[in-house]
């Protein structure tokens, strides 16, 4: 049965009906639009609420995200006077998994009929990878290529550790299950450095493969291109990796003739000429539902300020309390045929994971749940998302690390060191157990041992029922291993390789909605009394204690905090 026309829609699209020929008959051509692509592109634009009087200052208009992105691109292509888009990348700082959706739009963009130009100020392997989508690629004269393939950190702890009197004594399920290792051991084991080199192996062959697809060139072509970095513009020009070496003020005649060069705005200036799209929208919505971050037991939280730590710690923290109210709420909209679960996060508390994986099933039975993985979607951040319907991932999200370790520092030399003398008094037998001052026992790590084996066994069993695999299968790729998108997709653990568009078309089927009307995709704001607050220096003591309680007396079901990547 057909969904009944909007009073809504009828006055918006007479509306603009109206406005759309009047902006046809303005006078000037609008050949190429012109987009800066800049920073680290969120997936979500977010507006935080503001209460009186705060919300009456002037804040600066959120950052570029992958939706804002998305969303020019379908205004441009809806406009028939415009042949295209010149997008200038520079200080472009997202992850691969991000640019693999921002190539989705350029690829869609281009499907609508046309024309992509990618104009680089800096050459790097992100940024070329993004170039590569479109059908031509320019650099100044000036500007080196240095897309120099990918290397990875990581660092050992231990030996830095005892210099200072402090030992990590942290027990782990499996041998793949490496968070801990970074303050516990000296040097890399076999099974960890198998897993970072599968995870590279994928990764650099997803990039070299979208190059070469987009450049039309064979792989291996590409990959000795690479190795031959840096070349100068003219040289990669050359070679086949640029089309061509021009400054920015010549792309008008580039892109058209010494005698009509092309007519290029930006996209600020666009904005007002061009012409909008029709659309006839659904009675219902696709809800996001945001986890983002570390999982922590209580609310959501954001550190105020950049932390200057030695190592990387995310500023997010998706806290259960919140995540389980916007997710109850997703429950009882009945204006939401579907829910998209946008997961980006490394795991965190094995409580507050469960806490939430138990919210994502009751959802399941309420409304199609489908997640949308991205830049990394591992451990706690896998466990939330195995009851959803269906699971798309990138090529290069990071997934997988089925597992948990726990632990704790023990401080026991850093006071001798000190000379500082301290004296305990405690009632029961494990009240010391998580405490600082030794190692655990015999006994106590047996414990420690039978309690990270039963969350193992959760975990296991979790993932079993929702992906529908027998628990041998399970076992096969879990042991604390991380995958790539594309590793995991073989291996059953995610349904689908795809964007958030994708996500949302695979919710759309699934909830049954008709093809031919516009859903809306809205933002599932966490109830009243679970407000992200404003960052504030205050909140700095909130965010440092729900960092710090993932340390005392839990087991955790956390991937490496960060596996830092570059190219």
């Given at each position: ?44 634009t ?13 804040w600066?208009?959120p ?15 809806a ?7 010149v ?16 190539r ?5 963009f ?32 000036s ?52 897993m ?33 970095v ?35 705005l930006?996209g ?24 983002e ?17 030695p190592?990387?710690v ?18 009882q ?18 409580l507050?994971?469960?806490?939430i ?41 990071l997934?997988g ?26 009632r ?5 157990l ?19 084996g ?7 069993e ?24 594309e590793?995991a ?16 078309e695979?919710?759309?089927e ?58």
């Amino acid at each position: 049965m057909a969904e009944r026309i909007l009073i809504s829609d009828l006055l918006r699209n007479t509306r603009l009906a109206l406005t759309n020929r009047l902006r046809l008959l303005r006078r000037g051509d609008i050949d190429y639009v012109v987009l800066s692509v800049s920073g680290s592109y969120p997936e979500r634009t977010v507006r935080p609420r503001r209460r009186f009087p705060l919300s009456l200052l002037p804040w600066p208009s959120p950052p570029s995200s992958v939706q804002s992105f998305c969303e020019s691109l379908e205004t441009l292509a809806a406009d028939p006077r415009v042949q295209g888009a010149v997008f200038v990348v520079s200080n472009l700082s997202a992850g691969l998994a991000t640019l693999g959706s921002l190539r989705a739009a350029i690829t869609r963009f281009r499907e609508s009929g046309k024309r992509a130009v990618a104009y680089l100020h800096g050459i790097s392997l992100g940024a070329y990878y993004l170039a590569s989508a479109c059908d031509e690629i320019a650099a100044p004269e000036s500007a080196t290529f240095y897309a120099a393939g990918l290397r990875s950190e990581t660092y050992f702890l231990k030996d830095t550790l005892a210099l200072f009197g402090v030992e990590a004594d942290f027990e782990a399920i499996a041998e793949y299950k490496v968070s801990p290792d970074t303050f516990r051991r000296a040097e890399m084991t076999e099974p960890h450095r198998e897993m970072l080199e599968s995870l590279l192996d994928s990764i650099y062959a997803e990039v070299v493969g979208a190059i070469a697809g987009g450049r039309d060139m064979a792989p291996d072509h590409v990959r000795d291109l690479l190795d031959e970095v840096p070349l100068t513009a003219e040289q990669a020009h050359d070679t086949g990796l640029l089309d061509a070496v021009c400054y920015e003020d010549e792309l008008p005649t580039h892109l058209g003739t010494a005698d009509k060069p092309a007519a290029l705005l930006t996209g600020q200036q666009a904005q007002r000429r061009l012409i909008r799209p029709r659309r006839w929208h659904s009675r219902r919505a696709i809800g996001v539902v945001s986890l983002e971050g570390t999982i922590v037991p209580g609310p959501s939280r954001r550190a105020p300020l950049p932390l200057p730590l030695p190592l990387p710690v995310p500023t997010a923290q998706a806290g259960s309390d919140t995540l389980v109210q916007q997710l109850r709420s997703a429950a009882q909209d009945k204006g939401l045929a579907a829910v998209v679960l946008h997961v980006d996060s490394p795991g965190g508390s094995s409580l507050a994971s469960d806490l939430i994986w138990r919210e994502v099933a009751n959802l399941r039975r309420a409304k199609p749940v489908v997640v949308y993985m991205g830049s990394q979607a591992a451990s706690g951040g896998y466990y939330v998302s195995a009851p959803a319907h269906a699971i798309v991932a990138q090529p290069t999200s990071l997934t997988g690390s089925i597992g948990v370790w726990s632990g704790k520092f023990v401080t026991r030399e850093l006071f001798g060191k000190l000379q500082a003398r301290r004296e305990v008094i405690a009632r029961g037998k494990a009240a010391d157990l998580y405490a600082d001052r030794a190692p655990f026992s015999d006994e106590e790590r047996a414990r420690i041992r039978a309690q990270n084996g039963a969350a193992y066994a959760q975990f296991t069993e979790r993932v079993a029922r929702g992906r529908g695999m027998t628990a041998e299968e399970v076992e096969a790729v879990a042991r604390g291993r991380v995958w790539t998108g594309e590793q995991a997709l073989a291996r059953g653990l995610v349904d689908a390789l795809g964007d958030l568009h994708a996500t949302v078309e695979r919710a759309r089927e699934l909830a049954g909605l008709d093809p031919k009307r516009y859903a809306p995709v809205v933002n599932v704001e966490p109830p009243k009394q679970h407000q992200l607050p404003v960052p504030t220096p205050a909140e700095a003591g909130e965010w440092l204690a729900g960092l710090l309680g993932l340390l005392h007396g839990g087991v955790l079901a956390l991937a490496p905090w960060e596996i830092r990547i570059r190219g």
